[in-house]
């Protein structure tokens, strides 16, 4: 199994503020739709929260991490822990799952059966989990958000070394692969 991160930041790195992405890029969301569907993605309850009627994420077994044992919108319980991973919707014959984790671990051996996994957010659980991440899969966007809060960890050269570098005029696409080789 692969763990990537999949974020867009600011130069200041800057992920959030106020609970919605500061910018709008269409072309970057077509990326993260074409990078993450039919694989796990991994993601705080804020992020999950802050998606709205988005949430989950179609065509993709979405684990989210939370202190609580039960997912809810609307007064509408969506998800119980005790449920495991809930089939929530096919479409296209594509599956939709759901499932809480309350840790890292926990959701990690949700997604034992993928391939790929990607973990779509907040800041924390990035920060948490850049030991474990085998690549980064960025968007730099091309401008400093002053009243961020939320933020992408600081990426070290030294960790991380550039594969793929795709230039935009309101962004780049970077890529990143760990330069040390674990087993």
Same mark, same amino acid.
Request: glycine letters at 8%.
């Given at each position: 199994?692969?763990? =990537?991160?999949?974020?867009?930041?600011?130069?200041?790195?800057?992920?959030?503020?106020?609970?919605?992405? *500061?910018?709008? $890029?269409? %072309?970057?969301?077509?990326?993260?739709?074409?990078?993450?569907?039919?694989?796990?993605? @991994?993601?705080?309850?804020?992020?999950?929260?802050?998606?709205?009627?988005?949430? *989950?994420?179609?065509?993709?077994?979405? @684990?989210?991490? /939370?202190?609580?044992?039960?997912?809810?919108?609307?007064?509408?319980?969506? +998800?119980?822990?005790?449920?495991?991973?809930?089939?929530?919707?096919?479409?296209?014959?594509?599956?939709?799952?759901?499932? @809480?984790?309350? %840790?890292?671990?926990?959701?990690?051996?949700?997604? %034992?059966?993928?391939?790929?996994?990607? @973990? $779509?957010?907040?800041?924390?659980?990035?920060?948490?989990?850049?030991?474990?991440?085998?690549?980064?899969?960025?968007?730099?966007?091309?401008? %400093?958000?002053?009243?961020?809060?939320?933020?992408?960890?600081?990426?070290?050269?030294?960790?991380?070394?550039?594969? +793929?570098?795709?230039?935009?005029?309101?962004? /780049? =696409?970077?890529?990143?692969?760990?330069?040390?080789?674990?087993?």
């Amino acid at each position: 199994m692969k763990i =990537y991160h999949v974020a867009a930041l600011s130069e200041n790195h800057v992920i959030g503020r106020k609970g919605k992405i *500061p910018w709008q $890029i269409r %072309e970057d969301l077509r990326r993260f739709k074409e990078i993450t569907v039919g694989h796990a993605v @991994i993601m705080g309850r804020l992020t999950f929260e802050s998606m709205g009627k988005y949430a *989950p994420l179609p065509n993709r077994r979405n @684990i989210i991490l /939370t202190s609580s044992s039960s997912l809810t919108r609307d007064g509408f319980t969506l +998800c119980n822990k005790r449920d495991g991973i809930k089939n929530v919707s096919r479409t296209k014959g594509h599956l939709t799952e759901l499932a @809480i984790a309350n %840790e890292i671990g926990e959701a990690i051996s949700l997604c %034992e059966d993928a391939n790929e996994v990607y @973990i $779509i957010g907040g800041g924390g659980i990035y920060e948490e989990t850049l030991d474990i991440t085998d690549e980064l899969r960025l968007t730099l966007v091309h401008k %400093e958000v002053k009243d961020g809060d939320t933020f992408y960890p600081e990426i070290d050269d030294d960790t991380w070394a550039a594969s +793929c570098v795709e230039p935009h005029e309101t962004h /780049t =696409y970077i890529d990143y692969v760990r330069r040390d080789v674990r087993g």
